[in-house]
């Protein structure tokens, strides 16, 4: 925890990141374009006649939405489209490109999602903020392919999300590189450490992340004294895995999972006074804000995400600022994810040239071609660009759970 700099360093070589620029608060490449066009103020659902395939006649933007709002996921739903509604509110102040938004709830489920971007394309929509999570973004990231709807999905963080769909971007880092980056923290700062790792085989997160994981804590000479895996059905009871992994000697546990299993796995371990130190992905950032969880269970807890709420740059303060008092909790990374995929959406349209009268086909061709030429600074990182592949590439940031609230390592 105190070698930061080590961290950023290896991580710069890993992920071949750009160099870390001044945050300017939602612009693309340091200034804020000019806005083409006026309209209406944000719409939170209100249905339309219009189809997605047709421009706007209300002379804004119709933005789409799709996360779990409700269900085990709805933590990451809930403040992904939290944060973006902070963003349209923000540039509809502006009063020049106006944008409707309209989030729907998918439950994290494929066929859900797919539901929720057909009921979308139904009330117009022209761009979309999502999928939020990886199964509902395959699902749907699929139709909107054959439809030509431009997606930007905040934290769907699978090579599958965009392979072969030229319209899928993501401002998430990717699994792979999940893995990779935690591996060479580990090596760089921990490497002595007997490390065991639990992950979820039947989800596609949890398996990419492990996979590169394990690829590289081998590269890197570090030792891996233990697997053990669960699915969906089985993440109540963690007691033959966590048993195994302490008669095998390790002290570093690495979880390539979400918050929910991660939360019983530390209390399990608690009760069997089982205390190595507990190294997480993205997933994991949430488990602050899970309804009935004993945060002391998360102290000592790393992770690396793309976020910090308590960075001290303007950017960051203002949102976290705003977000609490709208929603009376600090903001995580999704919730920084989702307003960052607005706002350079706002830039991508505004210096594509487009209008609200175009259609979702026409807008999708400009904005892939606009997306790859933009540079943005956000709440998620700096001086962020994208491939041709839909990835994102920008500088993550290690943290550590202290005292119930995330801390800069």
């Known amino acids: 925890m105190k070698k930061a700099m080590s961290l950023m360093l290896?991580?710069?070589?890993?992920?071949?990141?750009?160099?870390?620029?001044?945050?300017?608060?939602?612009?693309?490449?340091?200034?804020?374009?000019?806005?083409?066009s006026t309209g209406t103020q944000t719409s939170t659902g209100t249905q339309s006649s219009s189809g997605g395939s047709e421009g706007s006649a209300s002379g804004a933007f119709k933005f789409g939405g799709s996360g779990p709002l409700t269900g085990d996921a709805a933590i990451y739903g809930k403040a992904a489209m939290n944060g973006a509604q902070i963003a349209v509110d923000e540039i509809n102040a502006k009063g020049g490109i106006q944008i409707e938004f309209n989030p729907q709830d998918d439950e994290a489920d494929g066929e859900k999602a797919v539901n929720a971007y057909n009921n979308l394309m139904d009330w117009g929509m022209q761009v979309m903020v999502g999928p939020v999570t990886t199964g509902s973004a395959i699902a749907a990231s699929a139709v909107a392919?054959?439809?030509?709807?431009?997606?930007?999905?905040?934290?769907?963080?699978?090579?599958d999300v965009t392979a072969n769909k030229d319209n899928m971007y993501q401002l998430c880092f990717t699994d792979p590189n999940q893995g990779t980056g935690s591996a060479d923290y580990i090596a760089e700062?921990?490497?002595?450490?007997?490390?065991?790792?639990?992950?979820?085989?039947?989800?596609?997160?949890?398996?990419?992340?492990?996979?590169?994981?394990?690829?590289?804590?081998?590269?890197?000479?570090?030792?891996?004294?233990?697997?053990?895996?669960?699915?969906?059905?089985?993440?109540?009871?963690?007691?033959?895995?966590?048993?195994?992994?302490?008669?095998e000697g390790a002290d570093l546990l690495f979880l390539p999972i979400y918050y929910q299993p991660a939360s019983v796995i530390l209390a399990q371990a608690k009760s069997m006074n089982y205390a190595p130190i507990f190294f997480g992905v993205d997933g994991m950032d949430g488990i602050l804000t899970m309804e009935g969880f004993d945060t002391s269970l998360a102290e000592g807890v790393m992770l690396l995400t793309p976020f910090?709420?308590?960075?001290?740059?303007?950017?960051?303060?203002?949102?976290?600022?705003?977000?609490?008092?709208?929603?009376?909790?600090?903001?995580?990374?999704?919730?920084?994810?989702g307003y960052d995929v607005v706002y350079v959406l706002y830039n991508a349209l505004t210096e594509s040239g487009c209008t609200p009268d175009m259609s979702a086909k026409d807008i999708c061709e400009k904005l892939i071609a606009q997306i790859q030429k933009t540079s943005y600074n956000g709440l998620t990182g700096q001086d962020m660009t994208w491939s041709a592949n839909g990835e994102v590439s920008k500088m993550p940031t290690a943290v550590v759970i202290q005292n119930g609230v995330y801390v800069s390592a």
């Open 10 to 36: 290896a991580l710069a070589m890993v992920l071949a990141l750009a160099a870390c620029g001044g945050s300017t608060g939602g612009t693309s490449g340091g200034t804020q374009p000019a806005a083409p």
């Open 145 to 159: 392919y054959n439809d030509r709807t431009f997606c930007l999905t905040p934290s769907a963080s699978s090579t």
């Open 189 to 247: 700062n921990m490497p002595g450490h007997k490390i065991a790792v639990i992950y979820r085989n039947d989800d596609a997160y949890s398996q990419g992340i492990r996979d590169t994981f394990v690829k590289e804590a081998a590269a890197k000479g570090l030792t891996v004294v233990y697997e053990g895996t669960f699915t969906k059905d089985t993440q109540t009871d963690f007691s033959v895995q966590l048993g195994k992994a302490q008669s």
């Open 308 to 337: 910090a709420a308590d960075a001290g740059d303007d950017l960051t303060k203002n949102f976290v600022a705003e977000y609490q008092k709208r929603f009376n909790e600090t903001p995580n990374q999704f919730a920084a994810d």
